[in-house]
């Protein structure tokens, strides 16, 4: 039974989890207001917005996890916290799209801080039979959070597109005057090498020119100059990014987790599922604000209710089924999101018609996140040794958000490239939507498939590693 001081701890690192969540998509539903103070409508320009963010988040993960591990996970978290407040501010201030797009990069460097520690400090906090279930209580707070967000984010615009950020400053100084009295610290590799931040900002550059050239194909034209540039740059600086990985001391991605085959399929069904699951939030957003004229206020309560199903599926889902494998589970949401993309395809019409041709399909969405998300994150780290839990724990998170950011991206390209018949636009995106999560599903049932490591305990009673067949393979 966990203590007082325990549900205290947790509670105050499942907040974290849920604030960087919101904080994820709480912009989503405010492109029209922030375009119209900018004076802009244009998309491809404002989605960086969204983008920056994960791109820079994504990079920076582990090796803000890494330096966790080294310096102490609790520094780690206060001070990405504190960076990610005061980043909060100054978003609200910006007196421009890029001044936007800087600040929240800079507050996507405190979110990157402190997202792989307080995963970190949480198993830390538990028990060990614990950690499987408490990594599912973290992924599936942040999963809720990010659906969340453009609900919140469309009560705040009602006041003003800049309380969007603002909201974060006082639950941000919460958390941090409770994490300094309440969490203990941990710190696992003092004498491990600093991490390689130049391979982390070559993965930014290879991710934002991939999306550079997604997004601006259509305007600039797919064989232009331009185009053909950017994704020279990010094919160039993702082969610089691959040599360093293979050969620095502390790289972003260890070669040593992308050989366990389990995780590496876990981290792919991550990134493909995730990469479907951003393209669709956005894409019903967008949906609802540009063709059925809905304001942001009614958009962020129309997509809060199919978030509803995600807990209530989880909790159900490992109730029925105790035993039940992480593969299995991702691969059936996978499966049950897909249809619901094809659910949309087929049910939209460019008259409103919420209850009928959105929320149905929309509730299935949340049941599939339900089952799957959770067991995404636990399957990646819960069977990683407490010493790799952060490294582990921001590569499958490196894996969501550069997943998020390249759906973004062939959203916004499909929809602009189809803009003379958004209906179409919209359908042909709802259908690779329903691919992905179909290619999700199929990682999933590979990564069941190989060996599997489950926990041992040695003579001295701590928790060892060894890998035992998949049961019935």
Not at 100 to 124: E, K, Y
Not at 225 to 235: C, K, S, V, Y
Not at 402 to 418: H, K
């Amino acid at each position: 039974m966990p203590t007082k001081s325990q549900r205290l701890v947790v509670t105050i690192l499942i907040g974290s989890a849920f604030l960087t969540g919101v904080d994820m998509f709480i912009v989503n539903v405010a492109f029209a207001e922030i375009g119209h103070d900018f004076r802009t409508a244009d998309l491809a320009q404002l989605s960086w917005i969204l983008s920056a963010y994960a791109v820079v988040f994504a990079a920076f993960l582990v090796p803000m996890g890494r330096l966790a591990d080294r310096y102490g996970q609790k520094t780690g978290f206060v001070a990405g916290l504190a960076v990610f407040t005061v980043a909060s501010l100054a978003c609200g201030f910006a007196p421009g799209v890029w001044w936007l797009v800087a600040f929240r990069s800079v507050q996507a460097i405190g979110a990157a801080a402190m997202t792989p520690a307080s995963l970190g400090l949480l198993l830390a906090a538990v028990e060990p039979e614990r950690r499987a279930p408490a990594a599912r209580l973290w992924a599936t707070t942040g999963a809720v959070a990010a659906a969340l967000g453009p609900a919140v984010g469309g009560g705040l615009v009602q006041i003003s597109w800049q309380w969007a950020f603002w909201i974060n400053l006082p639950i941000g100084v919460l958390l941090v005057v409770g994490a300094l009295r309440h969490v203990p610290d941990v710190r696992h590799n003092d004498g491990t090498p600093i991490p390689d931040l130049a391979g982390a900002a070559l993965l930014v550059v290879a991710v934002g020119a991939l999306v550079l050239g997604i997004v601006q194909g259509n305007d600039w034209g797919w064989g232009s100059t331009g185009t053909i540039g950017a994704f020279a740059i990010a094919l160039l600086a993702t082969a610089a990014f691959v040599r360093r990985t293979t050969h620095h001391p502390s790289p972003v991605v260890m070669p040593s987790l992308v050989a366990v085959p389990a995780f590496r399929w876990a981290t792919i069904a991550t990134f493909v599922f995730n990469g479907a699951f951003g393209a669709a939030l956005l894409g019903g957003i967008l949906w609802m604000q540009e063709v059925w004229d809905y304001g942001a206020l009614r958009t962020g309560l129309a997509v809060a209710v199919g978030p509803l199903a995600v807990p209530i599926t989880s909790v159900l889902a490992h109730r029925r089924f105790p035993g039940a494998r992480p593969g299995p589970m991702i691969a059936v949401g996978s499966v049950v999101f897909a249809a619901s993309a094809l659910w949309q395809a087929s049910a939209q019409s460019v008259t409103p018609a919420y209850a009928t041709h959105f929320l149905p399909a929309w509730i299935l969405g949340g049941i599939g996140v339900g089952l799957a998300v959770p067991n995404l994150l636990a399957a990646g780290t819960a069977t990683l040794p407490p010493q790799q839990s952060s490294t582990g724990g921001g590569v499958v998170s490196m894996a969501r958000q550069v997943g998020l950011v390249l759906g973004v991206a062939v959203l916004v390209s499909v929809v602009d490239g189809a803009a003379a018949d958004p209906s179409t636009g919209f359908r042909h995106a709802w259908y690779a939507v329903a691919v992905g999560m179909l290619l999700a599903a199929a990682a999933a049932v590979r990564m069941d498939r190989v060996t599997v490591p489950t926990p041992q305990r040695d003579a001295a009673g701590l928790t060892a590693l060894e890998g035992t067949p998949a049961e019935g393979r």
